[in-house]
């Protein structure tokens, strides 16, 4: 992870700054590091109930926000207020109905699984943080992660764009035949029309 984040800062900021930057978030985590170990703790997560001096250092080129990311779930500041609010002033876990949740993050998870009258439903772009729902933009895409993930039995419903002969953008219209693109996808996986 930390080789994928150098390379990325390499491409984009040539070898010298990339280096330099990661020198910097080196130095500034295991100093963090030593004064946990070392010093009385002041801070507490409640996200995960970790304490200790102060949290990670965020460090980006050009940018830097000390004392923000939990060692213990790697929350920032503005999930651990999200929680607090969520938990004390919204009291989530009396809540009843259906929640829909926008790119989850992690460090909420507990907050959510203990609201146990709500129904919820995790959306995100990345299917690596436990979502229930898979939102993928290009439509071809979905479609294919939809039949790849359908088992034998299962029914996967095609919504929305049956009728239509485009998909509209903001800057132009995609010639569109939601029928034509199933039958091409489902060909590519080896299944065969048998009409
Ligand atoms: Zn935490």
């Known amino acids: 992870m930390i080789l994928s984040w150098f390379r990325r800062n390499q491409r984009e900021f040539g070898f010298i700054r990339a280096a330099w930057l990661l020198w910097r978030v080196s130095w500034r985590r295991a ?3 030593a004064s ?3 010093l009385p703790a002041r801070c507490e997560c409640p996200c995960c109930g970790w304490r ?15 004392n923000i990311a939990c060692p213990g779930c790697d929350s920032h500041s503005r999930h651990r207020a999200l929680f607090l609010w969520l938990k004390n002033s919204y009291r989530l876990a009396a809540r009843t109905g259906v929640a829909l949740i926008l ?3 992690r460090a909420l998870a507990p907050l959510w699984s203990g609201a146990k009258q709500l129904r919820s439903f995790k ?4 299917a690596g943080r436990g979502v229930d729902v ?9 479609i294919g992660a939809a039949f790849e993930r359908a088992a034998p039995g299962d029914l996967v419903l095609l919504a929305g764009k049956g009728h239509e002969p485009t998909i509209l953008y903001a800057d132009h219209a995609l010639p569109w035949d939601e029928a034509a693109v199933a039958r091409e996808t489902l060909s590519a996986m080896g299944w065969v029309d048998s009409r």
């Open 31 to 33: 100093r963090v590091v």
């Open 36 to 38: 946990n170990r070392l």
């Open 52 to 66: 200790g001096r102060r949290f990670f250092d965020y460090i980006e080129m050009g940018y830097t926000a000390r």
């Open 103 to 105: 790119a989850p993050e």
């Open 123 to 126: 959306i995100d772009i990345e």
């Open 134 to 142: 898979l939102a993928i933009p290009d439509r071809r895409a979905a």
